[in-house]
C-alpha cells in the first residue's frame, strides 16, 4: 500500500472523528466521554498505526511487530523526538502529546484500545474522546513519519480538517521548527 492510501485512510477517520463534535463537545470536561462509535474509531486508529509503525521498522531491518518493538525502535536518534511532537485540536483549544511517556510502558490511548478490545465487558469505558484524539494524533504523526520514509510526504499531506500539527516546516528536508527536531 503506498503512503496515499494510508492518508486516505486517516482523513476519514478524522472526518468520522470531527463528526462527533456535534455530538460531544469536545473539551477537557468531555475527555472522559465512551462510546461504542468511539471505542471503533479508538480501535480503527490505533491499529493504523500499528500497521504504519511495523512498515517503518521493517524499512530498516528491525522486525517488530508489536508495541514495545516499535518503542524500542523509536527510543533511537531522531526517532526518539517522537516524544516531544504536539497535536493541536485548534477550534476546541485541545493538545495532544501521544508519544510523551513511551519510555518505560505503551501510550495510554494504545493500552486503552488493547483493553477495550480483549476486556471490552469490564474497560469498555477507555473508549473515551481524550483516547480517539489521542490515538487520532498519534496517527496523524505515523502517517508523517511513513510519508516522509517513503519520500512522500509533501505530496501526499493531506488537508487536516480537525488537528494540526503547527510545528510541521514544509520544506526539502521536512523539518519540524520546534525543539530542532527533523523527521529521520
Request: aromatic share 12%.
Amino acid at each position: 500500500m503506498n503512503s496515499s492510501h494510508h492518508w486516505s485512510y486517516f482523513a476519514a477517520l478524522e472526518e468520522d472523528v470531527e463528526s462527533l463534535s456535534r455530538f460531544i463537545h469536545f473539551s477537557a470536561a468531555n475527555l472522559g466521554t465512551y462510546s461504542i462509535e468511539l471505542a471503533r474509531l479508538l480501535m480503527a486508529s490505533t491499529q493504523e498505526v500499528d500497521v504504519l509503525f511495523k512498515q517503518i521498522c521493517a524499512k530498516h531491518g528491525d522486525k517488530s511487530t508489536k508495541e514495545p518493538g516499535y518503542r524500542n525502535f523509536f527510543a533511537k536518534g531522531d526517532y526518539a523526538k517522537i516524544r516531544s511532537i504536539e497535536i493541536s485540536a485548534p477550534r476546541f483549544g485541545l493538545t495532544f502529546k501521544p508519544y510523551e511517556n513511551w519510555i518505560n510502558q505503551a501510550p495510554d490511548w494504545w493500552t486503552a484500545n488493547n483493553k477495550v478490545k480483549h476486556q471490552r465487558h469490564t474497560e469498555f469505558e477507555r473508549a473515551s474522546l481524550g483516547n480517539v484524539l489521542s490515538s487520532l494524533s498519534g496517527l496523524l504523526i505515523a502517517n508523517i513519519y511513513y510519508a516522509n520514509e517513503e519520500g512522500t510526504l509533501q505530496k501526499d499531506l493531506v488537508s487536516l480538517k480537525l488537528l494540526s500539527c503547527k510545528k510541521l516546516v514544509r520544506t526539502n528536508t521536512m523539518a519540524f521548527a520546534a525543539t530542532g527536531f527533523k523527521v529521520p
